[in-house]
């Protein structure tokens, strides 16, 4: 049996789902941007669930990581962008810091701290980071 093109729509396979949040900066927000994150993933997930559970876990870890770094190296708004690609979820994270980001040492002795750049880069199949005059995106590509 043939069917006709689909001339009015677009094919499923490339259905753009895709989403922008703003925030005014505070530390509440970055459980609101790990909230926005999985209302995102909830709705592509019942159109198209990931391919492994753990893709999930990951991209709610990465956005609440990129939050918590804007709220302590970033001051003013900052905004979140989710869009599906056709194999996974693109991230952009854009703050008002024109500094990028550097690993820094993990020391557990002194607290924590220093893995949130490493776990990015360990989670993401890509990350880059662009400076603009009014601050920076870092974009990451997580598997889905």
């Known amino acids: 049996m043939s069917t006709e093109p689909r001339w009015d ?30 209302e995102f ?6 159109h ?8 999930w876990d990951d991209i709610l870890l990465v956005v609440t990581e990129l939050a918590a770094n804007v709220i302590q190296y970033a001051p003013g708004p900052f905004g979140l962008h989710m869009r599906r690609t ?24 002194a607290g924590g701290g220093g893995i949130g750049w490493h ?8 990350v880059s980071v662009v400076v603009q ?5 870092i974009h990451v590509f997580l598997p889905w």
């Open 9 to 38: 729509d677009t094919p499923p396979s490339e259905e753009r789902y895709e989403r922008a949040y703003s925030f005014p900066g505070e530390l509440r927000n970055v459980t609101g941007a790990r909230l926005a994150a999985e």
């Open 48 to 55: 198209a669930p990931p391919a492994a559970p753990e893709y």
């Open 41 to 46: 993933l909830g709705d592509l997930a019942r």
């Open 119 to 126: 776990l990015v880069h360990t989670l993401c199949d890509q």
């Open 86 to 109: 056709f194999d996974g979820v693109h991230v952009t994270m854009h703050d008002t810091s024109t500094t990028r980001p550097e690993p820094r040492p993990f020391h557990p002795d």
């Open 133 to 137: 005059d009014r601050g920076k995106d």
